[in-house]
């Protein structure tokens, strides 16, 4: 999989960017606010992908930051919703909107997306209520593991391939003593 591209952008449209990354164009489909921030920028960026295999096209989607990424993979594993129905729903708001959106069971914001009705909405909300709040967590007691991991001298790339290994229902300390062990080997 593709999980990000670094280069300049080198074309545009009202979807698309195309990326340049040492020659080869990528052709990225990307939100409008990102679109907009892309347009600015004349340097390098870093876009994070997401690459949509179908029967008969491969498909790249562009995200400014994983949190974006994120709930665009988990839009599409609620049945009906493919990626640009998720692209929809992420144009609407932001991510954070859409979380307490989601966790709160306020289909309103939903189905002011084309497309969603309100069927689709509840269906979004009951697949994914909850699961986004504990990646959140997930996530940050991950950073809060690699950050004490950096603190006691150890590498980044050290502290993350440890960090990865614990058990994520575990509490930080005790993921910190895991990762320790794990690096003790």
Known sequence: MI?????????????????????VG????????????????TAAVTIMTHLHVRE??????????REEVRLFEQL??????????????LSAASVQDLTQA???????????????????AERII????GKLAEEETADDSLSAVIDA????????REARE??????????????IKAALKRMGR
């Not at 008969?56 to 930051?65: H, I, K, Q, T």
């Open 149 to 156: 991991l950096v603190s006691l001298g150890y590498s980044s």
């Open 56 to 65: 008969d096209a491969l498909e790249l989607y562009g995200f400014l930051s």
């Open 76 to 89: 599409l594993t609620v049945s009906g919703v493919g990626p640009r129905m998720a692209m929809a729903v």
């Open 26 to 41: 990528f052709r990225i489909h990307v939100l409008p606010r990102a679109q907009e921030q892309l347009s600015k920028n």
């Open 102 to 120: 989601i966790d709160r069971g306020r289909s309103s914001l939903l189905t002011k997306v084309s497309g969603i009705g309100k069927k689709t």
């Open 162 to 175: 440890a960090a990865v290994g614990t058990p994520p229902s575990a509490t930080v300390e005790e993921r």
């Open 3 to 23: 999980a990000s591209l670094t280069g300049r952008v080198t074309d545009r449209d009202e979807r698309t960017v195309t990326l340049d990354v040492h020659g």
């Open 126 to 129: 009951v697949d994914l209520r």
